[in-house]
Structures are given as C-alpha cells and as structure tokens.
C-alpha cells in the first residue's frame, strides 16, 4: 500500500481532521517508514533530516513519541494527545485505540527490544502501562491505568495493577452431532 493511500485511512480513522495530534503523529511516522525504503544513503539523507525534524516536533509538541521503527497497522487511532510513548520495537495491529498517557515499553535494560504486540482492534485506556514482551489478544480491552506485565487473550478486558483479567467473550460450544 502506498504512503498515500495510507494517510488517506488514518486521516479518514481519526474523523477526517488533519489537526487531530494523532493523525499528524501517524503521519510522521508514515513518512519515516517510508523514507527508509529510499535506495541509496545519500538520496535518503534529506529525507531523514525532514524527519528528525517532523518527529521531535510531534515529541514535543505534541506529546506523542512514535518511532518508525515500531510497527502500525492500518486504522490505528491515537485518540488524544499527551503522554504517549511507544517502543520502537513495539507492534501494534490494525484499527487499535491508543489513548492519552499510554506506554508501550520494555521491563527491563537487560531485554532492551522486548516490547509489547497488540492484536487487532485492541483498545488501551488512558494512562495505560504494557511493559516487556506482552502479547494483546484480537479484540482486547486495557482498562485505565492498568499495568499489563502478562499476556492479556483475544476478547478479554484487562484492569487494575498489575493488571488481572476481568471479563473475557465467551466461547462459542461446538454442537456434536
């Protein structure tokens, strides 16, 4: 998919409002994903000056700390501004919600590049803690500042600190006939 088409989905997720600080952050980020597959060095270089440049303003400005180097699926919203961090390790899948003060990061300086994966249509509540190598099921659900430092299943609500499973969808009974 191209750079384009791509801002055209996040400028759509965020309610077709290019001032949206998550949508500009997205937008960044689109764009130091795809300066980096710019050939040469030298013909990148520019590119990569824009972007620093992009990118500490989104930092400080805006709050929001999103690294190329992490990876964003299509539709992801950044619901509000400030406090956000994410990892450059980190994942997160398709039409994920991230709200403000949300921290995707590592546990230890031991284990600098382990960072969390969220599933698809994940949504994390404001103030938010997922630290070290966490998987976030499809469909999932991080209440308000919950320390998440487990793996969180697909369809399962996670709350408190350190986080515990609260509610899960129940599991479809397959009829023997």
């Not at 620093?52 to 964003?72: C, D, K, Q």
């Not at 998440?148 to 408190?160: H, I, M, Q, R, S």
Request: with cysteine.
């Amino acid at each position: 998919m191209s750079l384009l088409e791509l801002l055209k989905e996040d400028f759509e997720s965020h309610g077709r409002d290019w001032t949206k600080p998550g949508f500009r952050a997205l937008a960044v980020y689109r764009f130091g994903v795809w300066r980096m597959g710019i050939g040469p060095r030298a013909v990148r270089a520019p590119f990569s000056i824009a972007y620093r440049f992009m990118f500490r303003h989104v930092r400080n400005h805006y709050g929001i700390e999103l690294p190329y180097s992490a990876t964003i699926g299509r539709k992801v919203v950044f619901e509000h501004q400030g406090g956000i961090v994410i990892h450059g390790a980190a994942v997160i899948g398709e039409g994920s919600c991230i709200r403000q003060g949300v921290t995707l990061g590592n546990r230890s300086v031991d284990e600098p590049n382990e960072a969390p994966v969220l599933g698809k249509n994940v949504n994390v509540g404001a103030g938010a803690k997922l630290l070290g190598k966490v998987h976030v099921g499809d469909g999932a659900a991080i209440g308000a500042n919950a320390v998440v430092l487990e793996d969180v299943p697909a369809g399962a609500t996670a709350v408190g600190i350190p986080a515990k499973i609260v509610g899960a969808k129940p599991k479809l009974a397959v009829r023997s006939r």
